[in-house]
């Protein structure tokens, strides 16, 4: 069956219905409605085909978009979903929450005068598509091999490689230390982004292809690195960045002055049904109260998106650049404006206000100066212009930085950068250890879901490599004595 493409010129670009600001605003669900059918295969047609496709070079899993594009359009979608499986182990996860606009979409050859295709939302709906009809089956390996192999984290780049492992036969044990799996994606990233079923039916999937999951297991208090490795052929390091970085400034130890992570963990606990203290109490809880957030990331964006939903009585965000500078996805902005959170551009903290609890936050008018070695603009202080803004509850979005993991790990021949990220060969994922692979954000620093899969499937081909060279140079010095 052969479907008109290039409909580009014919067909506007058309998002999935997203639910008004006042609804949404309401409840934790996705803002976005899944498409129809006939609308993804309208959507889909709009590509071009073009023969040098810029969204599959940028997008970091290489996914074969034209070719699920065409699929989707011809009707075709169990086919669709074979191809976008073939390079992508949660492609309905970064249909939702890749910053699309950075990436594929952002890279579309007809994105000139046109609009780009709508990638994210394509892959979404067939892998949505796929679990509906029950197209998703538990892997089942053409052969079982004895040797098995140790992950440490369970977040997308752990589970991406256990998936590709697990393919190739291997015995997979997950460690983490969280009571459930999915790492940021459960604990981290909001419901109204990611609905947590959409994970938990991924960890279930695994489950059921004998990956076996060992929940409440933290490296370092419940086993060492080396006792890991005693135990399997390899191991890999996929324990993301949780160190949250902090401000000093007048006031900083004040109540109420909250990290992102608690305050984000704690409201994804509650969606998910747990008892949860601190927002019980009121502590971590943004209702009725005046809400600043400090950070310009997709931490933050998730901040002030929460605190609207619990019902804040205002929701500001702070930035010390300006909106073309902010590194959290504009798409993520535009949401949060619509929700009515308001953004002080230019703005940096100089103080928090209060006695015991926190009042408000000072804030310092800043102005983007020279380039920095990064090339990004540096943003210096305006001199004598301060502004005060309310605050019940402020939440810390500044960023996070690794843990000190050779310490924890009880392992100080591990090597790492002078930032703390775990140092690896980029040719073999493996760390300064023998047989010990590292990938994900432990790696990178803070950054992507689909980079973490990337590198978790990397990883996953090395390791499988690195255990098959093994067992022939054995085999060799067996044969040989
Ligand atoms: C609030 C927030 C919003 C985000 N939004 C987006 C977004 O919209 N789109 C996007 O692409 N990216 C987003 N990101 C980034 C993305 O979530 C991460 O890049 C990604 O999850 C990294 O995957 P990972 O597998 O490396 O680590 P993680 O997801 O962090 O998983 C690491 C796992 O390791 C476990 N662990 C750590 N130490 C130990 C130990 N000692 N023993 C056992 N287990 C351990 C942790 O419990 C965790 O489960 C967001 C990040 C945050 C914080
Ligand atoms: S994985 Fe992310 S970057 Fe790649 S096609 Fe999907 S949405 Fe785009």
Redo the contacts with the bound molecule.
């Keep these: 069956m052969s479907t008109r493409m290039l409909t580009f010129v014919d067909v506007d670009q058309q998002m999935p219905q997203k639910r008004g600001a006042k609804a949404r605003a309401r409840d934790f669900d996705e803002i976005y409605d899944e498409f129809l059918t006939e609308e993804a295969a309208k959507q889909a047609s709009r590509c071009s085909q073009c023969g040098v496709p810029f969204c599959q070079i940028h997008c970091p899993l290489g996914n074969n978009i034209p070719d699920w594009l065409k699929l989707t359009a011809e009707g075709r979608l169990e086919e669709a979903y074979e191809v976008s499986s073939a390079t992508n182990n949660m492609p309905e996860v970064c249909g939702r929450?890749?910053?699309q606009d950075r990436l594929c979409e952002g890279n579309c050859v007809i994105e000139k005068g046109f609009n780009s295709v709508t990638i994210g939302s394509v892959e979404k709906y067939i892998t949505d598509t796929a679990w509906q009809n029950g197209w998703i089956k538990p892997i089942e390996p053409r052969v079982e091999r004895d040797h098995s192999v140790g992950i440490?984290?369970?977040?997308?780049?752990?589970l991406a490689a256990a998936e590709e492992l697990r393919k190739r036969g291997y015995q997979v044990h997950v460690?983490?230390?969280?009571d459930r799996m999915g790492?940021?994606?459960i604990y981290?990233?909001p419901n109204f982004?990611l609905e947590k079923e959409v994970v938990t039916r991924r960890v279930e999937r695994l489950e059921k292809s004998g990956v076996v999951m060992h929940t409440n297991?933290?490296?370092?208090r419940d086993a060492s690195l080396a006792e890991l490795k005693v135990k399997h052929d390899a191991v890999l390091i996929?324990?993301?960045v949780?160190k949250a970085r902090d401000v000093q400034m007048p006031g900083i130890g004040l109540k109420n002055i909250v990290p992102?992570?608690s305050y984000?963990t704690a409201s994804n606990r509650k969606g998910l049904g747990d008892d949860v203290p601190s927002f019980e109490d009121g502590s971590l809880d943004a209702a009725d109260k005046n809400i600043v957030v400090i950070g310009g990331g997709?931490?933050a964006m998730?901040c002030v998106r929460t605190a609207v939903r619990q019902g804040a009585k205002s929701v500001k965000c702070l930035y010390r650049r300006d909106r073309e500078n902010m590194p959290g996805s504009m798409r993520e902005v535009k949401h949060a404006e619509e929700e009515g959170v308001k953004f002080i551009w230019l703005s940096a903290p100089s103080a928090f206000l209060g006695d015991d609890v926190v009042t408000g936050v000072r804030a310092q008018k800043m102005r983007l100066g020279m380039p920095d070695a990064s090339g990004r603009q540096s943003p210096e202080p305006v001199k004598g212009s301060t502004s005060n803004h309310k605050a019940d509850l402020v939440i810390k979005a500044l960023g996070f930085d690794p843990e000190e993991i050779p310490t924890?790990f009880g392992a100080p021949a591990l090597d790492v950068s002078r930032w703390g990220t775990i140092k690896i060969d980029f040719r073999t994922m493996m760390t300064s250890i023998d047989g010990v692979f590292a990938a994900?954000?432990?790696v990178r620093g803070?950054?992507?879901?689909?980079w973490?899969i990337r590198d978790g499937r990397d990883a996953a081909n090395a390791i499988h490599d690195y255990i098959e060279a093994k067992a022939i140079r054995e085999q060799l010095i067996a044969k040989a004595s």
Aim: charged share 15%; glycine share 22%; proline share 5%.
């Design positions: 929450i890749c910053p440490v984290g369970g977040g997308p780049g752990g460690y983490d230390r969280y790492g940021l994606l981290g990233i982004k297991f933290e490296v370092g996929a324990t993301g949780y992102a992570m984000l997709d931490t998730d924890l994900g954000d432990i803070a950054s992507l879901v689909v973490a």
